[in-house]
Structure formats: structure tokens, C-alpha cells
């Protein structure tokens, strides 16, 4: 898909936030990791999803989650961590 055909982007860190958006048509453009604070937080990453609405579909406005449920808190992910244990 070209990238002119999006209409609307979003930055989101909340997987929520994400899967109901996918489920409304729209598509994954890219993905990254961020870290806030190095100094209070190191080695605490943040995944940010980049998402953005392609033309044709329609704009539903879905607002961020705010519940702060341990299943809807942001995604971190630590680069040192061995996933082979």
C-alpha cells in the first residue's frame, strides 16, 4: 500500500488500542521502541505501534483505553532479557 493513500496516522502504545483499530480496517505502517527516561527508568523500552487509516475506510473514533488493568498497560520490553531460559 502507498503511503498517499493514508489519510490518518496514530502512535499508539496500548495493544487495546492497536487490535481495535486493525479490526477497523486499519493497517500496521511500523513499529519502534522509545525510551522516557534512561536515567529513572534504564533498560524500561516502550513499543510503539504506527498505524494509519487508508483511504476508503471509514474514520470511526475510537479513544484510547484508560483503564489501568494490568492487560491494558503499555507494552515494555527490555533488550538485555534472554527469551531462551
Request: charged share 20%; no cysteine; proline share 6%.
Amino acid at each position: 500500500m502507498q503511503l498517499s493513500n493514508i489519510k490518518r496516522i496514530e502512535d499508539l502504545t496500548l495493544m487495546n488500542d492497536v487490535n481495535k483499530r486493525l479490526q477497523h480496517g486499519w493497517i500496521l505502517i511500523d513499529t519502534y521502541i522509545n525510551n522516557y527516561d534512561p536515567l529513572t527508568y534504564p533498560n524500561e523500552n516502550t513499543i510503539h505501534y504506527v498505524l494509519g487509516l487508508p483511504d476508503g475506510v471509514e474514520y470511526i473514533d475510537t479513544p484510547q483505553s484508560t483503564d489501568n488493568s494490568a492487560s491494558d498497560i503499555f507494552t515494555t520490553f527490555t533488550p538485555s532479557e534472554d527469551f531462551d531460559d
